[in-house]
T-cell receptor, first 112, second 113 residues
């Protein structure tokens, strides 16, 4: 069975600090997909990134970057120079074909 | 505008009174699913549907029913709600299967007293 572990329940940083959110996805599937979603205080779920298991290239989008390492089953998310607007709950999710499993989420608080 | 619409957004009901939460998407997506979000547990999948008339259980299906008579609609039915079904519910749709981006509704906060 698949399992998504987000070991960090809550993280608190001061604005402009860099922060990394950890995610480990365990599965026996050789082909799978990994995602990060953001849930701001308003409650909606916002898609951030999708990565398949064959692509270990790091990805950068503005202040956001993602590092996928298949050998350790990790798909970590780094926010550079964090801002107050980054305060949210971040969910990592993984799935194969028909089921998507979410981690418990990491609550990030960025203080001015 | 591409969207997933859930109704109602908020609902307080009593134990045992049947209710339906509606979900509709306008993106012609094949895959739709329901999740519940509880503190410390993240989102857990209740049911999913890969196409019209095709539904299957997720990880926490007990106490819920779904139907997929039309591609755009995927209602969640609680035949006899109980307090442990108090939760935040999300409907989602995606093109194809779970390997594509999911679009989520705005959520339904259900309280069963």
């Amino acid at each position: 069975a698949q399992k998504v572990t987000q070991a960090q329940t809550e993280i608190s940083v001061v604005e402009k600090e860099d922060v990394t959110l950890d995610c480990v996805y365990e599965t026996r599937d050789t082909t799978y997909y990994l995602f990060w979603y953001k849930q701001p205080p308003s409650g909606e779920l916002v898609f951030l990134i999708r990565r398949n298991s064959f692509d270990e290239q790091n990805e950068i989008s503005g202040r956001y970057s993602w590092n996928f390492q298949k050998s350790t089953s990790s798909f970590n998310f780094t926010i550079t120079a964090s801002q107050v607007v980054d305060s949210a709950v971040y969910f990592c999710a993984g799935g194969g074909y028909n089921k998507l499993i979410f981690g418990a989420g990491t609550r990030l608080a960025v203080h001015p | 505008e591409a969207q997933v619409t859930q109704n109602p957004r908020y609902l307080i009901t009593v134990t045992g009174k049947k209710l339906t939460v509606t979900c509709s998407q306008n993106m012609n997506h094949e895959y739709m699913s329901w999740y519940r979000q509880d503190p410390g547990l993240g989102l857990r999948q209740i049911y999913y549907s890969m196409n019209v008339e095709v539904t299957d259980k997720g990880d926490v299906p007990e106490g819920y029913k779904v139907s997929r008579k039309e591609k755009r609609n995927f209602p969640l039915i609680l035949e006899s709600p109980s307090p442990n079904q108090t939760s935040l519910y999300f409907c989602a749709s995606s093109r194809g299967t779970v390997n594509t981006e999911a679009f989520f509704g705005q959520g339904t906060r259900l309280t069963v007293v």
